[in-house]
């Protein structure tokens, strides 16, 4: 089973994205899915303390890995060895099809909240030429076969026909005979990272309707009004720096439940205060504010 949170692109924390826009960092969020122009703690928000409670009631029940902020391995391949029946995730309306494919086992869904579409989960995951590049043409028509070309999106997506996939009478892809996806030697099942994955064969298996289903959930998402900003923290470069050192040694712990939350919260609030989150607001509100007078908003 997936617990999701509906969103387009990936989460900004250990559980899903929550009904806020992150504005790129989690550094200054806009709650309520982004209705409100005013960027605000999310680390003070009573949502945050309610979830980081509700995962340390999981975790002192026993419903999370005790050794979860330390694991390497990833949700799919602990479900699909029997370990784990449970996670958290991003996720779209095929997520229960994707990953029932993933890990080997039928899946079920429980929506958590409705989409979101923000700068960040929509620019998570861009292709591009770095500025270094030594042949940016030849990659700018790479990058052009990946959009357009079939052959290359099913290379991509499944490797060679016959060797890592075959095609079955009804058009679908599936694995040889005798092989999984544990055996298979090219599967990476990454569809979501590919550019324009739609124009690529579908793997048995997969809703046929599925670049149609994904066009409307897109455009139905509801929209953040930061949507297109783009925070630059230039001007606050420090102190993102000072707070995502803080980030890295609490939010985990605190995400999964491992941490007691009336001891460990206000000693993380303290030292995101002290490593400068509130001048980064502040910055970020400037932005913000010229972004929207300039946008019309």
């Known amino acids: 089973m997936i617990l999701y949170e509906s969103e387009g692109g990936s989460s900004g924390n250990q559980w899903g994205t929550g009904t806020w826009d992150r504005l790129s960092d989690n550094l200054g969020v806009l709650m309520n899915y982004g209705e409100e122009p005013t960027v605000v703690n999310l680390y003070e928000t009573e949502e945050y303390e309610t979830i980081i409670r509700t995962m340390r009631e999981w975790y002192e029940a026993g419903y999370v890995n005790p050794d ?5 391995e990833t949700s799919t391949s602990l479900i699909a060895a029997g370990n784990v029946f449970c996670t958290i995730s991003s996720g779209t309306p095929l997520t229960e099809e994707t990953a029932t494919q993933s890990v080997g086992y039928p899946m079920g869904v429980i929506p958590l909240g409705e989409a979101l579409s923000t700068t960040a989960n929509i620019a998570d995951f861009m ?5 270094a590049a030594q042949e940016p043409e030849a990659a700018m028509k790479f990058l052009n076969l990946m959009y357009s070309d079939p052959e290359v999106s099913d290379l991509l997506n499944y490797g060679i026909e016959g060797i890592h996939y075959v095609v079955q009478e009804d058009g679908s892809y599936d ?3 005798g092989e999984d996806m544990a055996s298979c030697t090219y599967h990476p099942q990454m569809d979501w990272l590919w550019p324009n994955s739609y124009i690529a064969g579908q793997w048995e298996g997969t809703n046929p309707d599925k670049p149609a289903i994904m066009q409307e959930f897109n455009a139905n998402a509801r929209k ?10 230039t001007d606050v470069i420090n102190e993102v720096t000072a707070c995502n050192n803080v ?3 609490y939010t985990i712990g605190l995400e999964v439940g491992a941490l007691d939350v009336d001891t460990v919260l206000p000693e993380f609030r303290a030292a995101l205060k002290d490593a400068g989150i509130d001048r980064v607001i502040a910055e970020k509100q400037a932005q913000l504010d010229a972004w929207l007078a300039e946008n019309g908003e």
Not at 224 to 233: V, Y
């Open 68 to 72: 979860t902020t330390t694991a390497t």
């Open 127 to 131: 292709w591009g030429i770095p500025y």
């Open 175 to 177: 694995y040889l005979e």
């Open 224 to 233: 953040s009004i930061a949507l297109g900003f783009n925070f630059d923290n």
């Open 247 to 249: 980030l890295m040694q």
